[in-house]
């Protein structure tokens, strides 16, 4: 008779899921297009609560019109509302996309910052964005937590779902500071191919069955 397989304690389950994705995803690709930071800040704030895709079906025409602060503080808002409006949330977004930009154009020379603090005191750009940016722009150790890493991380036993924050906390502790970057993005893709909202519910994909094997039933998740 065999002993019965364990499941994984912390430890070894961040281990496997560091390598499992690292295999899977060793050099991630940004998913929203972008030329430089101050495209990529703008297309990160419109993917708020709209899918990557559709941001990417969008910003081409936006970017084509003004592509950096000083061209789109001189857009009006109804023109950015008209453009953007696929992408949800068009009144909120457009003004703060307008506003930001006249923001860069006045306190930074047209620049977007390196700083936290300047970062997320820009209209529409909240911790989550501020994160995507530093990481992703200028390659400063960041963890951005979105609802779909918010998910996953309580499906691999990571974080006990408080909300957001604390969830960003418990993966910084637990993941090396220079594998957060990429680590984000991996997470975001393992979940759309392998471990989605309706396609694993904890018991299904890979990365669940290894760490779980004794999971019989689908993990509750709370929403942040």
Known sequence: MTDAVK????????????????????????????????????AVLLSAQCTDERVNTVTPAL??????????????????????RPCGLS????????????????EHKGEVPQDWDALERLPGV???TASVVMSQAFGVPAFAVDTHIHRLAQRWGLTNGKNV????????????????????????????????????????????????????????VLKP
């Open 165 to 220: 924050v604390q969830t960003e906390k418990d993966l910084k502790r637990l993941f090396p500071k220079e594998s957060w970057n990429d680590l984000h993005l991996q997470i975001i893709y393992y979940g759309r191919e392998f471990c989605s909202a309706r396609g694993c519910d904890g018991t299904v994909c890979d990365i669940c069955r290894t760490c779980y094997p004794n999971r019989k039933k689908p993990k509750i």
């Open 7 to 42: 499941n994984l304690n912390k430890a070894e389950r961040v281990a496997f899921i560091l390598q499992r994705l690292q295999t899977l995803y060793p050099n991630p690709p940004i998913p929203l297009d972008h030329k430089d930071a101050y495209t990529l800040l703008i």
């Open 126 to 128: 909240g911790h989550k």
């Open 91 to 106: 009144p909120q977004k457009s003004k703060a996309i307008s506003v930001l930009s006249k923001i860069l154009v006045d």
């Open 63 to 84: 970017f084509a019109l003004a592509d950096n602060p000083f061209a789109m503080a001189q857009v009006p808002v109804e023109k950015i509302q008209e453009i953007i």
